[in-house]
């Protein structure tokens, strides 16, 4: 196992009706901006619990934050922090609201350019406080310090991280994403499943606690997505999906061993320039890496083929392939296509995304460094069609 | 899956090396009360090494801590605090050790008779702040809020609980463990696997993360335990049972689901009344309450059987009963006897120990509270020999 350092402060309220606490997790001599999305917290019931739950505090609202959230729309919610002088941001939605509260939390005392935060890796000193109420589990952003935050001018879509922007409390509620469209439910579960792949699938340090608190939350997507779809008001199987995806990153299944975020740094370029949505891109990337990287990778993606797709052969080579078969298969049955094909984007585009890559310094990811951008190519070409 | 509420504020600093970070985590402004046992940590290295780390902090030391940590040596280290005005404690140690320190912090600023936060349950309304160096994987103390004392005059052994007793800072570092004694690794094991069932083998609310993290750390200790002992001084191996130690008492594996502790209330009276050690009494008791309870346990120890253990019996029956042997198997392979003859305790010992639980209002326990006295009476009785 590797040294490492795990704290995580953020404080779970998961379950029925519990959106209500939020008023005891924020001092009323705060004055909070409640920032969300494109209203569908209005027609599910989210917006009447927490301002009938904030009805004590002073409230400013800024709604719009747009799925992958722009620097564009960002700023606006920066100048409305500033004029107003709100101290505390609750953001109630999915991850892009989440993601784009942090950085709205950084901008605000942030001494410069607040695209620097982003592009340049500028230190975030203070940020204000957050708070969320989750409607959409995927990202995990509700207890961890990350964010993504996409600059459309120049297509351009870059992560930053910091202790300073976890939320203070997450309020987790199953029933509230009874109302999802499908395609956000099944995108969800492929988030998920990813975030967990990249912390699981790399090489052996003998850490089996980590790797099989992977595999937990792996063999619960696979259960639970389907049914999430066949039943969406099945209770259990939303607060599993929703436990799973929070636990796939809060950071703890990742301590203590090596980590391989390439799926992700090659899917953020195909969102960028192609807009897909964020779990679109990963559905794609994950299956054609595994197949490329299954020299570095076979004894994980072996005992991942054993454990969690309880594939029995003897041989690693037929557990390995079938494995990689049995993923993109299920990424597929949550109605997510894996291949650049399924969204209409010809091989052609391979071209724009590697120069992107070579563009933001992305030439040798992967835990060992060795997917170079003719690697990622020949990820890419591969799941073009 | 039940309604929860999560946080764990402890930040860990796990691996090799890192009892130096200890400087970093207290400013130097405080005065420290280094609270440990009965010297091991001078023969270690680890005072040695805790020494140069504070050099630049005052320090009050006190040494001396018991296993089953009593009121009357936490008494000492109380009026030590205060007529010192020690303001920070840090405890290097095992779980005693700590779980001292934890009644001391809450002690020192009650108003009242400290013994009425165990006894009465009175409330925690503040305590000086808490770091620890883990010397002995086991209880888990080292990331919550629980503690255990004994009041050796009466014979009694309480638990209390309080958020504001969890450490800010653990530092474990496996290599500290590699000069433990066999009993301690073993009752170390012994002492985590069973945390793991007592929130484990409940009845189902469909909450497959929970089930999966807690087999996931029963797989562990079973697989690691045995190495520890056969070989001492593999640092994986003491990694692995220290990191699966914290996880199994830091709250986690516990969340939205039913507990029983009901292991630990009878095992409590054990020590209390006959000095065994904490471990030793569970190996004692969970065998046989597996078995008395096998009814309302039937579908968790079956699931338990064949996940954990891997038996493949089609019949339920056959895989709970030996389910049953091989954990206690496997605590006697640990070298911890799971019967009160294994420690020259007599079968007229048991009421002795029941009147303890009536005494202690412990008469309906269980995640049913179905275990009466009448009930922890045939666990005991089975237990004797």
């Known amino acids: 196992m590797l040294n490492f350092e795990f704290s995580n402060p953020t404080k779970i309220i998961f379950g029925k009706g519990q959106i209500k606490k939020i008023k005891r997790e924020i001092a009323t001599n705060h004055k909070v901006l409640l920032m969300y999305g494109g209203g569908s917290i209005k027609k599910n019931g989210v917006?009447?619990?927490?301002?009938?739950?904030?009805?004590?505090?002073?409230?400013?609202?800024?709604?719009?934050?747009?799925?992958?959230?722009?620097?564009?729309?960002?700023?606006?919610?920066?100048?409305?922090?500033?004029?107003?002088?709100?101290?505390?941001?609750?953001?109630?939605?999915?991850?892009?609201?989440?993601?784009?509260?942090k950085f709205v939390a950084a901008a605000v005392p942030f001494d410069g350019d607040p695209w620097d935060i982003l592009a340049k890796g500028a230190k975030v000193r203070s940020a204000l406080p957050i708070s969320c109420i989750l409607t959409l589990p995927a990202t995990g952003t509700e207890s961890n310090g990350n964010s993504v935050v996409t600059k459309r001018s120049t297509q351009e879509k870059l992560p930053f991280a910091s202790p300073l922007v976890y939320p203070k409390t997450a309020i987790l509620d199953p029933e509230v994403t009874f109302s999802l469209p499908e395609r956000q439910v099944a995108n969800g579960v492929v988030d998920a499943f990813v975030h967990t792949m990249e912390q699981y699938l790399t090489y052996d340090v003998n850490a089996p606690v980590q790797e099989r608190f992977a595999e937990s939350l792996l063999c619960t997507l696979i259960q639970e997505g389907p049914k999430a779809l066949s039943n969406p008001t099945d209770y259990d199987v939303r607060a599993n999906i929703m436990w799973a995806a929070t636990m796939a990153l809060n950071g703890l299944i990742g301590v203590g061993v090596p980590q391989d975020w390439a799926t992700h740094a090659i899917g953020h370029e195909i969102t960028a320039l192609h807009g897909l949505d964020h779990a679109q891109t990963l559905a794609i990337v994950l299956p054609s890496l595994m197949h490329h990287k299954r020299d570095t990778k076979a004894n994980k993606i072996a005992q991942y083929?054993?454990?969690?797709?309880?594939?029995?052969?003897?041989?690693?080579?037929?557990?390995?392939?079938?494995?990689?078969?049995?993923?993109?298969?299920?990424?597929?049955?949550?109605?997510?296509?894996?291949?650049?094909?399924?969204?209409?984007?010809?091989?052609?585009?391979?071209?724009?995304?590697?120069?992107?890559?070579?563009?933001?310094?992305?030439?040798?990811?992967?835990?060992?460094?060795?997917?170079?951008?003719?690697?990622?190519?020949?990820?890419?070409?591969?799941?073009?069609?």
């Open 47 to 101: 917006y009447a619990q927490v301002m009938d739950a904030l009805s004590e505090h002073q409230i400013v609202e800024f709604s719009g934050v747009e799925p992958n959230p722009s620097i564009e729309t960002l700023t606006k919610a920066i100048a409305l922090v500033k004029e107003e002088k709100v101290d505390y941001i609750l953001a109630v939605g999915g991850g892009s609201v989440i993601d784009g509260a």
């Open 305 to 385: 083929g054993r454990r969690v797709w309880g594939i029995n052969d003897a041989s690693d080579d037929v557990v390995i392939e079938q494995a990689i078969a049995k993923t993109a298969e299920f990424f597929e049955t949550m109605g997510v296509p894996t291949k650049l094909a399924g969204y209409g984007i010809g091989p052609e585009a391979v071209d724009g995304l590697i120069a992107q890559l070579i563009k933001h310094n992305l030439t040798a990811i992967g835990e060992h460094k060795d997917i170079t951008p003719e690697v990622a190519r020949a990820i890419l070409d591969d799941a073009a069609a």
